[in-house]
């Protein structure tokens, strides 16, 4: 088969990771499958020489229709698993997602959860992402973990007004709490001091699931005035319903979602370093707020573009939904 050449990395390739793989790492491999292309492939293995181990191969055959995921050990393929369905098509650009955890690889492919495969070898092993065939592949990237939230306040009384710390592109602010059956609105404000009335506000979530309205309105109050309002229908949640809001901090934009799924999206409008306050009010009860993530981070030294813009790229962000895990943005754009 002859080997054309990606975008950006020459195919075949095999590059090193900064740091060995362990649970709760994440990496993402963007690209695009060749028109006609008949097979590729994408490794995570132990070296960079012919002949050394692979912890996760995934082979993509399209004359059969399937994708076969297997691992090289001591020179021996191990016992194939199969899926009988491709998740990319000739000419199409994709995003695949590898979440590490303990016990295995979870593959979600365009925000859609793929596949899960058990680990034959120790993770620690695994220093090189590879990938040949009829592909190209435009970045990789991968996220620090394990880490824990640095701020967390549990059952707050409403209205809470607290210190949010550093915010930057990566940041996670969760929110999970309950609606009152009679709740008319609440809002979520990120401020650049602690008075909401005299304070910019440059990221302000009006959540209103009243019959009346039933929307979310996405603004920013700048000198004492409001700006031009972005308001969605419907609204995500509703009276007596319990919900998790995510608000990920991105290089230009907040991303929103509620209960798994992705919402809205809401251009800064002010330097995300200006924001040091976080405020809730209104008609709702709040059991738990905190603030996750680290500052955006390559897992490698090669990376010629940063990923797709509008991607929510956040290991939490890769939630459990039912027995499966999906990206919390099922759209994700390229």
Not at 21 to 50: E, K
Not at 217 to 230: A, K, M, P, T
Not at 240 to 266: C, P, R, S, T
């Amino acid at each position: 088969m002859q080997y054309l050449p990606s975008t950006f990395f020459g195919v075949p390739f095999i590059h090193p990771f900064k740091r060995n793989l362990q649970a709760g790492s994440m990496v993402a491999i963007y690209g695009v499958v060749l028109p006609g292309a008949d097979r590729f492939v994408l490794n995570l293995q132990t070296g960079p020489n012919d002949g050394d181990d692979i912890a996760l191969h995934l082979s993509f055959r399209f004359p059969e229709g399937l994708v076969v995921l297997n691992t090289l050990q001591g020179g021996g393929w191990q016992h194939e698993q199969r899926h009988h369905s491709l998740p990319v098509a000739h000419g199409q650009h994709f995003q695949m997602l590898v979440y590490v955890q303990h016990d295995s690889f979870k593959i979600a492919f365009n925000g859609q959860h793929f596949a899960d495969f058990h680990h034959r070898m120790p993770l620690e092993m695994i220093s090189h992402v590879g990938a040949e065939g009829e592909v190209h592949v435009n970045n990789v990237t991968g996220v620090r973990l394990p880490y824990e939230p640095d701020n967390v306040v549990n059952s707050p009384p409403i209205p809470l007004v607290m210190n949010s710390g550093p915010i930057f592109p990566g940041r996670l602010i969760r929110i999970r709490g309950t609606v009152p059956h009679d709740a008319y609105r609440f809002t979520i404000n990120l401020m650049d001091g602690p008075d909401h009335e005299h304070n910019d506000i440059p990221f302000h979530a009006s959540v209103r699931p009243n019959s009346s309205e039933f929307l979310v309105e996405l603004n920013s109050q700048r000198n004492g005035g409001w700006q031009n309002g972005h308001q969605i229908r419907p609204c995500p949640i509703r009276p007596g319903q319990a919900f998790e809001m995510l608000v990920l901090v991105d290089m230009d934009n907040y991303k929103i979602a509620f209960n798994g799924q992705h919402f809205a999206e809401f251009a800064h409008r002010f330097p995300i370093e200006s924001v040091n306050y976080f405020r809730i009010d209104g008609s709702v009860n709040i059991s738990k707020v905190s603030f996750e993530g680290h500052r955006r981070d390559s897992a490698f030294d090669f990376i010629p573009v940063p990923p797709p813009a509008n991607d929510y790229f956040h290991p939490h962000a890769y939630e459990a939904v039912g027995n499966h895990f999906v990206f919390a943005n099922p759209y994700p754009t390229f």
